[in-house]
């Protein structure tokens, strides 16, 4: 699955530096999370990044982009070209 940001996001900044893949940023109000690029830090980290730094918990994963951890990592692979 990707992850999504709610609408609880204070704007804090912190998320979209960690994202390894550039997945998140701004939108019209609050942070958002292109679920085309995010990979949860799949081939790059044990754990997603912007859920680790995020202050209120506001990231979880996004029930409408349903993907398994292999279809994760094909995904890393074709962002990354490895």
């Known amino acids: 699955m990707a992850l999504m940001i709610t609408d609880e996001c204070i704007n804090c900044d912190v998320c979209e530096p960690v994202c390894p893949n550039e997945a998140i940023s701004q939108g019209p109000e609050i942070y958002v ?15 997603p990044q912007c859920v ?15 993907e398994t951890k292999v279809e994760l990592l094909e995904k890393y692979q074709r962002i990354t070209n490895c």
């Open 33 to 47: 999370i292109h679920p085309q690029l995010c990979t949860e830090c799949v081939g790059h980290f044990e754990q």
């Open 52 to 66: 680790e730094v995020c202050p209120i918990d506001c990231i979880p994963l996004n029930p409408d982009v349903v």
